[in-house]
C-alpha cells in the first residue's frame, strides 16, 4: 500500500496560508490559528505550509506538548533557528536560561527579534491545546512581535481540548485578538475521502472504498488509519498505529460492557439476538448499543426486509480491533469463550456457516482448556487434517493435549499429532504415534489399537525403515482388527505386504504372498467409504506389486483414481504409478504432459517430492540423449519416500548412470560422480552390470568379456525373478547377455517370459527406462533360428522408441536392424543405418556412431585427407584412439599424457573440424581406424 502525500480538499486553506508566507516575505508578520477536530489534518496543512515558506524564509516547528526534554517551545524553536538555518547573518545563538521565567521569555524574543530583522522567520507551533502557561505567556510576547518584525507565526489547536490539556482554554487569548487570522478546517466531503482512500489503495474495490469512506465522517486521518489497516492486511496491533487514540475514541464513544467486541470477535454480519446471546445483554441493551454505533458509522446495518431480521457488523476491521484492544486480558478471553460456545451450539441458524476451525481459534486464543473445549479442538482438528490444514490441525491437537486425561480423546489427538507432523518432523510424529498405539492397546474396543498400528508403521517406516518389529505388529493388528472396518484392514494388508517385500532381501522369495496382500488392499479399499486421502495412501502402497508388464491394467486403473483427486498430496501420490505406466507403454506427449501435470513438485517444501520429480525429468533426459540435463540433475537425486525400498531408492541414481556409461561409452563427469552411495546388495550389483554390460557389448565388437561370461555361467541356475518392478529389467538383460554369451537356455527362457511384451520399454523401480524390450529380445530370437520373430521384435522396438521420443533407443534400433538383417533388406538396412549414424552424430553416441560406421557397404568410410591435414601429428593420433572408442582417460594412459592435455587436444579438434562432439569429429574425418599408428 503506498499513503497518498496529496492534500486534498483543502485549496483554500492552503491559499490563505499561501498568502500569508508571501506577506512576511515581503516584511509584514501575520499571525494564523488553524483549528480543527481531532484527525481533520491541521499538522498535515501547516506540515505543507512549512515546505513552501522554507524557500523563502528561515523555519522552525515545535509541538506545544512534545518539545525535547529539558527545553522550552522557545528554546526549541531557537535551537532549530541556530542549526538549520545558516543564511541568517550573525546565526542566533541559542539561549541559556530556561524555564517559566521572565528572562527566559525576554531572552528567546531577542533572539528572534535579531534572527527576523535580518530575513524573514516563520514559526509553526502545533497542538497549542496542550500548551502550559509558560508556552502560552510566550505565544503572547511573539503575537506582538510579529507587529515589530517581518515574523510568521502559525499555531495549531484542537477545537475541543479534550482530557488531556493541561491547563484547559489557556490559549483562548489568541481567538479574541483581532490580528489573528482564524482558519477553521471542517470534515472533508465524502469525493475527497474516496480520492484519497483510491490513491492509497488502487487495487482495493468499491465497495470497500466506500464502506471507509462511509466511516471516516470526512475525518482523513480516520480515512488513512483505516487505509494503512487494509494495505497491512489488518496486523492487529494497535500500538503500531500513529492513529491509536483517535480509532478507539471512535470506538469507546459507542462500545458497551463489551457487545461491539463481541461483534468484532464473529467478524462476520449477526443479528442483534445472536449478539445478545453471546454477550447476556438484554435485546433492548444490544439494541441501544447498534443504534449509537450505526449512527457513528461504526457498524453497519444490513437486510431488514419484511420477515427477516436486519444484521449488523463493524465497519472496517480496524475499529473491530480497536473494540479488543480496549478490553483487558480477562474480559477479552471471556468475550472468546462465549462466542466460541454460542457458536458451536449450533442452536442458531446463523451459526451454520462457521466451520469448527474458527470456534476452535477462538478457544485457543482464550486459553479455554474445559473439557468441552477441548473435544471442539479435537472435532476442529479432525476437520483441519480432512480438508490438508496440517498446520492448523497441529496448533488445535497441541492444545488439547496439554490438559487432555480421557484416553479415547487422546488417542484421538495424538493420531491428528502424528499425522500432521509427518510432513516436517518425521522421528516426532513417529513418537506421537507411539504413544498413541500404546495408550490405544489398553481400551476395550480393538479398533483404535488397529488404526494406531497403521499408522505408527507408516510413519515410523519413512523416519527409520522398515524392521521385523513392524511386521509382528501388523499382523497382530490384522487379527484384532474388526470386521466393518475396511479402510484400517485395507492399510495394515498393503504395509504388511511392503513389509514383509522389503525385509526379505527385496522381496525375492515371498512376491507372491505380498501381491496377494496388496491386491486384496485395493479391492477393500475400492470398496471402502473413507476419505481421498488414505485412498491414496494405500493405492500408492499397494500398486507397486502390479508395477511390471503383467499388471498395467491394474496400474492404469489406480492413475486414473489419483487424477481423479483434486488435492495436491494425494495427486502426489500417483506420480510414480503413472510415471512407470507412462515409460512402458506412453508416449512423449504423455511423458511431456505427465511433467506439466507434476511441474509444481519443483518447488515443493518437501525435498522427497523434488527429488521425485527430478527422477521424471532424469528419466526424460535419458531418453532424449540431453545428456547436460541429465548430468546437471544427477546430483540432486536422493532416495527418498516415494521409492520405499531404500536398496532400490539408493540404486535408482547408480543404476541411471550405468545406462549412461552403456549410451556413451565414457563415465559421468567427476564432479557427478557420487562414491557416497552405499554398497548395493549383489543382486542389484549384477543388475547394474548387466545393464552396462550389455550396452557396451552392443556395439558389435564381435567379442565376449569376461564380465559377460561370469555374469551369464551365474544366471545359468538362478530362478527368474518374481514379477515387481525390477521384473521386465532382470529379463531383457537376460535375454541380452543370452545373445552376447550364446548362451540359448538362458535365451530361451528369457524370450518366452518377454514375448507378450515387445512393444514395451523395461523399467527398472518406476522411473529408470532401461529400454524397449524387442531390442533386447531380438538378437537372442534370431540366434534360436526364429528370423520372423527378431525381425518382429525389432521393429516393436523401433516403434515403441519413436513413441516414447527416445532417440538414443530409435538409433540403437535401426543399427541393430542394419546389423541383423542387411542381407534379407539391403536397401532397409542402409536406410536405418544412415539415419542411425545421423542421430549418433548429433547425440555424441561415439560407441554408436563407430559400430554405425563399420555397418557401411564396401566402398564408402575411406579416409578423407582434407580433414586430416588440417591436424598436428599428436591430434591425429587422439582423434584415431577416439576412433577405436576409447575415453579421454584411456587415450591418456596410451599416450603417456594427462587427462587435461587430451582434453585441449579434443579441443583443437573440434575447433579445427567445425565441429560439436566426437561423434561429429568421426563423422568429418572418415574410416580413422585406416589411420596408421603414430
Not at 520399454?761 to 533360428?785: D, H, I
Request: with cysteine; glycine share 8%.
Amino acid at each position: 500500500m503506498r499513503m497518498s502525500n496529496k492534500i486534498l480538499g483543502r485549496d483554500g486553506e492552503l491559499a490563505a496560508l499561501a498568502t500569508l508566507v508571501e506577506g512576511v516575505s515581503e516584511g509584514q508578520g501575520a499571525v494564523a490559528l488553524v483549528q480543527g477536530e481531532a484527525g481533520v489534518g491541521r499538522t498535515r496543512l501547516t506540515r505543507e505550509t512549512m515546505v513552501r515558506a522554507r524557500r523563502s524564509c528561515a523555519v522552525a516547528w515545535s509541538g506545544a506538548g512534545t518539545a525535547p526534554p529539558g527545553q522550552s517551545v522557545g528554546v526549541s524553536l531557537i535551537a532549530q533557528l541556530a542549526d538549520g538555518t545558516p543564511r541568517v547573518p550573525g546565526r542566533p545563538a541559542v539561549p541559556t536560561a530556561d524555564g517559566d521565567t521572565e528572562a527566559s521569555r525576554r531572552q528567546v524574543t531577542d533572539v528572534l527579534r535579531t534572527a527576523a530583522s535580518a530575513g524573514p522567520v516563520a514559526l509553526f507551533v502545533d497542538d497549542v491545546h496542550l500548551a502550559d502557561r509558560s508556552t502560552c505567556l510566550l505565544l503572547d510576547v511573539l503575537l506582538r512581535l510579529t507587529a515589530e518584525v517581518p515574523l510568521l507565526l502559525v499555531v495549531t489547536a484542537m477545537q475541543e481540548s479534550g482530557t488531556d490539556t493541561r491547563e484547559p482554554r489557556a490559549w483562548h487569548f489568541l481567538t479574541a485578538r483581532p490580528e489573528v487570522r482564524t482558519i477553521t478546517l471542517g470534515r472533508l466531503t465524502d469525493e475527497a475521502i474516496t480520492e484519497m482512500l483510491r490513491l492509497s489503495l488502487p487495487t482495493a474495490d468499491a465497495q470497500l472504498v466506500g464502506r471507509m469512506t462511509n466511516a471516516a465522517r470526512g475525518n482523513p486521518r480516520l480515512a488513512t488509519s483505516m487505509a494503512w489497516w487494509s494495505g497491512q492486511g489488518g496486523e492487529p496491533l494497535m500500538a503500531d498505529l500513529p492513529t491509536d487514540e483517535l480509532v478507539r475514541g471512535r470506538v469507546t464513544d459507542c462500545e458497551h460492557d463489551g457487545a461491539l467486541a463481541a461483534l468484532a470477535l464473529f467478524a462476520r454480519p449477526v443479528s442483534a439476538e445472536l449478539l445478545a446471546r453471546a454477550t447476556g445483554h438484554t435485546d433492548a441493551v444490544v439494541s441501544w448499543v447498534l443504534e449509537r454505533a450505526e449512527a457513528a458509522r461504526v457498524v453497519v446495518r444490513k437486510g431488514g426486509e419484511p420477515g427477516g431480521a436486519p444484521t449488523y457488523e463493524l465497519t472496517h476491521p480496524l475499529l473491530g480491533a480497536s473494540a479488543l484492544a480496549v478490553l483487558d486480558r480477562p474480559r477479552l478471553d471471556r468475550a472468546r469463550t462465549a462466542v466460541a460456545h454460542v457458536v458451536a451450539d449450533r442452536q442458531h441458524p446463523e451459526t451454520a456457516a462457521w466451520t469448527p476451525a474458527e470456534v476452535a481459534s477462538l478457544l485457543v486464543a482464550a486459553n479455554d482448556v474445559g473439557d468441552r473445549a477441548q473435544d471442539l479442538c479435537l472435532e476442529a482438528a479432525l476437520w483441519c487434517e480432512a480438508v490438508e490444514q496440517f498446520d492448523d490441525a497441529f496448533r488445535f491437537a497441541s492444545h488439547a493435549l496439554r490438559h487432555s486425561h480421557r484416553c479415547p480423546e487422546r488417542v484421538a489427538l495424538l493420531g491428528v499429532l502424528g499425522r500432521s507432523l509427518m510432513r516436517r518432523d518425521r522421528a516426532g510424529a513417529a513418537d506421537a504415534l507411539h504413544e498413541a498405539m500404546t495408550l490405544a492397546d489398553r481400551l476395550p474396543s480393538p479398533g483404535p489399537y488397529a488404526q494406531a498400528v497403521a499408522e505408527f508403521v507408516g510413519v515410523d517406516v519413512l523416519a527409520a525403515g522398515y524392521d521385523p518389529e513392524h511386521v509382528a505388529l501388523l499382523r497382530g493388528a490384522l487379527e484384532r482388527c474388526p470386521p466393518g472396518q475396511t479402510t484400517t484392514e485395507a492399510v495394515l494388508r498393503a504395509l504388511l505386504a511392503e513389509a514383509a517385500y522389503a525385509l526379505d532381501n527385496g522381496g525375492r522369495n515371498a512376491f507372491a504372498e505380498c501381491r496377494t496382500l496388496a491386491t486384496r488392499a485395493l479391492r477393500l479399499i475400492d470398496e471402502s467409504p473413507c476419505t481421498a486421502t488414505e485412498k491414496a495412501s494405500v493405492r500408492f502402497l499397494a500398486v507397486k506389486f502390479h508395477m511390471a508388464p503383467h499388471g498395467w491394467g491394474t496400474v492404469r486403473k489406480v492413475v486414473d483414481s489419483f487424477r481423479a483427486v483434486s488435492t495436491p498430496h494425494t495427486s502426489v501420490l500417483g506420480l510414480p504409478a503413472a510415471t512407470a505406466l507412462c515409460l512402458a507403454t506412453g508416449s512423449a506427449a504423455e511423458l511431456a504432459s505427465l511433467e506439466t501435470e507434476f511441474g509444481a513438485l519443483s518447488g515443493s517444501r518437501d525435498p522427497a517430492a523434488r527429488s521425485a520429480f527430478d527422477q521424471v525429468r532424469a528419466a526424460r533426459a535419458l531418453l532424449a540423449g540431453q545428456w547436460d540435463t541429465l548430468t546437471a540433475l544427477l546430483p540432486r537425486l536422493q532416495p527418498h519416500w516415494m521409492t520405499r525400498n531404500p536398496e532400490i531408492a539408493e540404486a535408482t541414481p547408480a543404476i541411471l548412470a550405468a545406462i549412461w556409461r552403456g549410451h556413451t561409452g565414457r563415465p559421468l563427469p567427476p564432479a557427478v560422480e557420487r562414491p557416497e552411495y552405499q554398497p548395493l546388495s549383489p543382486w542389484l550389483v549384477d543388475l547394474a552390470a548387466l545393464g552396462e554390460t550389455t550396452m557396451a557389448g552392443a556395439h558389435g565388437s564381435g567379442s565376449t568379456s569376461p564380465a559377460a561370461e561370469q555374469l551369464s555361467a551365474r544366471l545359468a541356475h538362478t530362478p527368474l525373478p518374481p514379477e515387481d518392478g525390477t521384473w521386465s529389467t532382470h529379463l531383457v538383460l537376460r535375454a541380452r547377455l543370452a545373445a552376447i554369451t550364446g548362451d540359448t537356455v538362458l535365451a530361451r527362457r528369457a524370450c518366452a517370459e518377454l514375448a507378450p511384451f515387445e512393444d514395451q520399454f523395461a523399467v527398472f523401480s518406476w522411473c529408470v527406462p532401461f529400454g524397449p524390450v524387442g531390442w533386447y529380445t531380438a538378437e537372442a530370437l534370431l540366434m534360436l533360428g526364429r528370423a520372423g520373430g527378431a525381425y518382429a521384435a525389432n521393429r516393436s522396438a523401433e516403434q515403441a522408441s519413436r513413441r516414447l521420443g527416445a532417440r538414443v533407443w530409435t538409433a540403437r534400433c535401426l543399427t541393430q536392424r542394419a546389423r541383423l538383417f542387411r542381407a534379407e533388406d539391403p536397401i532397409g538396412a542402409e536406410v536405418a543405418r544412415e539415419e542411425a549414424l545421423s542421430i549418433a552424430e548429433e547425440l555424441d553416441l561415439v560407441g554408436l556412431f563407430l559400430e554405425a560406421q563399420r555397418l557401411a557397404p564396401s566402398g564408402t568410410g575411406e579416409c578423407r585427407a582434407p580433414e586430416q591435414t588440417q591436424l598436428s601429428a599428436r591430434e591425429r593420433e587422439v582423434l584415431r584412439m577416439i576412433g577405436l572408442g576409447l575415453s579421454n582417460s584411456q587415450i591418456a594412459t596410451r599416450m603417456g599424457l594427462s587427462v587435461g592435455t587430451v582434453e585441449r587436444h579434443c579441443s583443437g579438434i573440434y575447433r579445427k573440424l567445425r565441429v560439436r562432439n566426437r561423434a561429429q569429429a568421426l563423422s568429418v574425418a572418415g574410416n580413422t581406424e585406416s589411420w596408421p599408428a603414430a
